[in-house]
T-cell receptor
Framework: QLQLQESGPRLVKTSETLSLTCTVS??????????WGWFRQPPGKGLEWIGT???????YYNPSLKSRVRLSLDTSQKQLSLSLSSLTGADTAIFYC?????????????WGQGTMGVVSS | EIVLTQSPGTLSLTPGERATLSCRASQSIGRYLVWYQQRPGQAPRLLIY???IRATGVPARFSGRGSGTDFTLTISSLEPEDFAVYYC??????????FGGGTKVEIK
């Protein structure tokens, strides 16, 4: 059964870059029927989509974050990566990686447990 | 950008009651709507995709309906574990996604 696990630094300084990794438990990253997403949730608030990446590395980003975010994947390491630059306190959130199948028409059925990212000066 | 508006913000009910949650889109999204449940301290859980198809393992008491701009998630008889926050998400602009603000179902 597919499982996802986010990891990365918990505390990052203002103006710096947050780099997170999501480890995938099986070989699903090579499967064209999967897509992979990153989301965030500020404390006590709702969900926000950050971006989506496919098996071939094609990625799409939330327009509000596009200038600061980059997604990548490494199938040999079974890892997804998120980089978010020029951080401010408003970027403090729980960050989730998730996966979905193309037949789910945009739904994500497997989620990591999330990792908290705190931005502070 | 398509905006999703969920109502009510909070729904206060007792176990066994029926819950009806609404999600309205700012423009037609066909059937491209997804529902998630999020319990405190947990990641979201996919409940419904394509407006009405239950995800694997989701109990039959959860049902979704709607198309165009108006969608509903119904929980026919609330179980204790159903008290949570529910989010709708659209994918009409795929791969761009947006979420509604959420509806909290709390114990009355």
């Amino acid at each position: 059964q597919l499982q996802l696990q986010e990891s990365g630094p918990r505390l990052v300084k203002t103006s710096e870059t947050l780099s997170l990794t999501c480890t995938v438990s099986d070989g699903s990253m090579n499967d064209k029927s999967y897509y992979w997403g990153w989301f965030r949730q500020p404390p006590g608030k709702g969900l926000e989509w950050i971006g989506t990446i496919y098996y071939d590395g094609t990625s799409y980003y939330n327009p509000s974050l596009k200038s600061r975010v980059r997604l990548s994947l490494d199938t040999s390491q079974k890892q997804l990566s998120l980089s978010l630059s020029s951080l401010t306190g408003a970027d403090t959130a729980i960050f989730y990686c998730a996966s979905g199948r193309v037949y789910m028409v945009g739904g994500f059925d497997v989620w990591g447990q999330g990792t908290m990212g705190v931005v502070s000066s | 950008e398509i905006v999703l508006t969920q109502s009510p913000g909070t729904l206060s009910l007792t176990p066994g009651e029926r819950a009806t949650l609404s999600c309205r889109a700012s423009q037609s999204i066909g059937r491209y709507l997804v529902w998630y449940q999020q319990r405190p301290g947990q990641a979201p859980r996919l409940l419904i995709y394509d407006a009405s198809i239950r995800a694997t393992g989701v109990p039959a008491r959860f049902s979704g309906r709607g198309s165009g701009t108006d969608f509903t998630l119904t929980i026919s008889s609330l179980e204790p574990e159903d008290f949570a926050v529910y989010y709708c998400q659209q994918r009409n602009d795929w791969p761009a996604l947006t979420f509604g603000g959420g509806t909290k179902v709390e114990i009355k």
